[in-house]
């Protein structure tokens, strides 16, 4: 395959992408990264005490900063995994993370976002971050290769919390920090 | 022998089932062929539906994220596989995110846009599911096995189905054409059996014509010698009867009566003569051996024998000194130099020589032997003659000159003798007959031939006469009477044994064939009962003599002369005086 048909392929997904929300403008790294949280719970699995009962939803919860707002709502209205929605809690910080499934962690500063992992150390939560707020890095970590959102994966982290990351997904990181 | 009418049915029936055959194995072989077409069919669909599965599954992720980059990695997996012709993973709203077309263009952008049928390909449309949701679908598009390697594989089955109906259409062949060969062996067989049969019918009808050729040659062999011997019989019998009659007439001269019975005599002597080489030949002849000098006895037949031979021949004699005594007949012997010397006499009309020669030989078998040996310097015979020159009643003589028993009687002599008789011969050059008897070492015995002459009236007694042919009776009776015996006569051999035992007699003269006892029979009750009584035998033949002897009686063989007779008496006498 020539890189001209790579270039044609890539080209053709970002159309393809951008069909739905808003034909005139290419969708923003946070949309697509809005898009991308709900879908990571497909791939993750949790410990027996997180599993969900009939119609509940998976927690997804926003510490610290909110960058995508309405974008992230949106997102997690349209997704059903197995049958259960995924519902967004915003909050402040760490405390009252309990029945939180994810967690996309941004600190005022990037020494807060370590902290507030750190907070989150003792539960069985994905945490994801992104590189643009820091280099803290939470088990899924946003960044951009050549103009494309893709993430970092740490499942030794995952590991110890007692989560367990589809390979599907490993397969798609640009980097996995694998566990022993 | 032969069955056509079944061959038809069987020829006609045999190929059939052959090509039956080889119709069916060909209908399975076309039968295994469109099931396994069809199976393959299911099989690449079922392939191509686990192909697409593997791939919704991988590209689920890449979906999700709507990661291009990865689906194409996925897509990069499935394109190893050269039978993929085409492959697309479309969204949920069935837009194409990745795609892939082996041999140019991808498959359509829009999901909608994709064609129902794809030239013979096997597709197969599956969706990608992520956690229940359906998230988009996959196009799997796959060529067929190309034909190519469809046919080989079903040349080989194709070509082991020929094989297999090869064989079989062989196996058939083979199988009518040895059924043919058998039926032909079967009908091969009867021919044989049925000639072999006619061959059977043949050879024995071949062995009755045999047997009726041989009984002819008897007959006519029998009448050959009948004729010769009624020939020579009605010779001697011409000159006997005329002698008689002349004998008979009233006032005839005293040397005329005595040439005429002289004339008897001599012819009634060649008769016996003549019975004598008949028993000869049939090796029926009561043999009197004695000890005889060879060479005295040729030198006593010398003059007889220039006398028989005629002027025109010449008589030599060459006779070894160391010559041995033989044991034999006497008379048979001199019949035999006889017989000899009158065929060599047949073969030289015209004259030559003859000459007689003794040698001492020697056989392996028999020990020491004498050779005489008759030369000729006559016309000799050719190998055929040869051949058969002991044959009876072989004879090169015109009919009536001889009965062709000469040699024959010489034969039945020689082997009766214990010896033998050879023949060597070449047409021209003339030919000798030798004569072998065993020696008999013994010496003492020999004595001369004294030519007995006239009756001598010698010792005379009471004789008992035992004779059952009133003629022949009647004559001995006379002659014993005229040789001055006191002769009872009586007619068999019960009454003779009778008188016997009643009165004294001083000798039984008796013949050795009657009905009833015979005279050998007499004899042992004889010398049982009446022991010292001496016993002459007579007889013209006797089987039981030629068998078991006389016995140790003197036997007179019949026709005899008085003087035989006479002499006999006087010794039988003279031994129960002395």
């Known amino acids: 395959m020539t890189r001209a048909l790579r270039l044609c392929l890539v080209l053709a997904l970002c159309l393809g992408l951008a069909a739905a929300p808003a034909r005139a403008q290419a969708p923003s790294a946070d949309a697509v990264k809005a898009a991308f949280l709900p879908k990571f719970a497909r791939y993750v699995g949790w410990p027996a005490r997180m599993q969900l009962g009939a119609g509940a939803p998976f927690q997804l919860c926003v510490i610290g900063r909110d960058p995508f707002g309405r974008m992230l709502d949106q997102a997690a209205a349209t997704e059903q995994i197995d049958g259960h929605g995924v519902a967004v809690r915003r909050l402040p910080s760490a405390a009252g993370a309990g029945g939180c499934h994810l967690a996309y962690v941004q600190g005022a500063a990037p020494a807060d976002t370590g902290r507030l992992l750190l907070a989150l150390r003792s539960q069985p939560v994905l945490t994801i971050t992104d590189a643009r707020a820091g280099p803290q890095r939470g088990m899924i970590h946003f960044t951009i290769v050549s103009g494309r959102v893709r993430f970092f994966i740490d499942e030794a982290e995952a590991a110890a919390r007692g989560l367990s990351i589809s390979s599907r997904l490993l397969a798609l990181a640009a980097g996995v920090r694998q566990r022993r | ?578």
Not at chain 2, 68 to 81: L, S
Not at chain 2, 450 to 465: F, K, P, Y
């Open chain 2, 1 to 578: 022998m032969r069955r056509p009418f079944r061959l038809p049915g069987r020829w006609s029936a045999a190929p059939l089932a052959i090509i039956a055959m080889v119709v069916l194995l060909l209908l399975a072989g076309i039968g295994v062929i469109v099931q396994s077409e069809a199976g393959y069919r299911d099989l690449q669909q079922q392939e191509t539906r686990v192909q697409a599965d593997i791939l919704a599954a991988s590209v689920a992720a890449p979906l999700d994220f709507g990661d291009a980059v990865a689906a194409d990695e996925a897509i990069e997996t499935i394109r190893v596989n050269r039978q993929v012709r085409s492959v697309g993973v479309y969204d949920a709203r069935g837009a194409r995110v990745a795609g892939y077309g082996r041999d140019g263009p991808q498959p359509p952008p829009r999901l909608s846009d994709l064609p129902t049928a794809s030239g013979g390909a096997v597709t197969s449309s599956v969706p990608v599911m992520s956690r229940g949701e359906r998230i988009g679908t996959v196009v799997l598009a796959a060529d067929p096995e190309p034909v190519s390697g469809r046919l080989s594989r079903y040349l080989v089955i194709g070509l082991l189905i020929v094989m297999a109906a090869l064989v079989v259409a062989v196996l058939g062949l083979a199988q009518s054409t040895l059924r043919r060969v058998n039926r032909q062996l079967e009908e091969r067989a009867d021919a044989l059996a049925g000639a072999n049969a006619e061959l059977k019918v043949q050879v024995s009808e071949r062995g009755k014509a045999e047997e009726q050729l041989r009984q002819a040659h008897k007959m006519q062999a029998l009448g050959q010698l009948t004729g010769g011997i009624a020939h020579d019989f009605n010779n001697l019998l011409t000159v006997i009867q005329g002698s008689a009659d002349m004998l008979r007439r009233p006032g005839l001269a005293e040397d005329k009566r005595v040439r005429f019975a002289e004339a008897v005599v001599q012819a009634s002597s060649r008769a016996a003569a003549l019975t004598g080489q008949l028993l000869a030949f049939a090796r029926r002849q009561p043999l009197q051996p004695e000890v005889i000098d060879l060479n005295e006895l040729i030198r006593g037949m010398t003059d007889l024998l220039d006398r028989t031979l005629g002027e025109r021949i010449e008589v030599t004699t060459a006779l070894t000194e160391r010559a041995c005594t033989v044991e034999a007949d006497r008379t048979q012997l001199e019949s035999a130099l006889l017989n000899i010397a009158v065929n060599a006499r047949d073969a030289m009309p015209n004259g030559g020589r003859l000459a007689i020669r003794t040698a001492a030989a020697r056989d392996a078998e028999r020990g020491a032997m004498i050779a005489l040996s008759v030369a000729d310097s006559g016309a000799g015979m050719d190998e055929d003659t040869l051949n058969r020159a002991f044959e009876p009643f072989f004879t090169t003589k015109m009919t009536g000159k001889g009965t062709g028993l000469g040699l024959s009687q010489v034969y039945g002599f020689a082997s009766q003798s214990g010896g033998d008789v050879r023949i060597a011969s070449r047409a021209g050059e003339g030919t000798v007959v030798t004569l072998l008897l065993p020696c008999s070492g013994d010496a003492e015995h020999v004595r001369t031939v004294e030519a007995t002459s006239g009756l001598r009236r010698g010792r005379t007694g009471r004789i008992l006469l035992v004779e059952d042919n009133d003629d022949v009776g009647e004559f001995a009776e006379a002659l014993l009477d005229e040789l001055g015996h006191d002769v009872v006569r009586v007619r068999s051999g019960e009454e003779a044994l009778d008188r016997a035992l009643a009165e004294r007699f001083d000798l039984v003269f008796t013949d050795v064939v009657m009905p009833g006892m015979s005279g050998l029979d007499l004899a042992g009750r004889l010398a049982e009962q009446r022991a010292g009584l001496p016993v002459i035998l007579t007889t013209g033949y006797s089987d039981e003599i030629a068998r078991s002897g006389a016995g140790g009686h003197p036997v007179i063989l019949k026709p005899y002369r008085p003087e035989t007779l006479a002499e006999a008496i006087e010794q039988a006498l003279g031994k129960e005086k002395s």
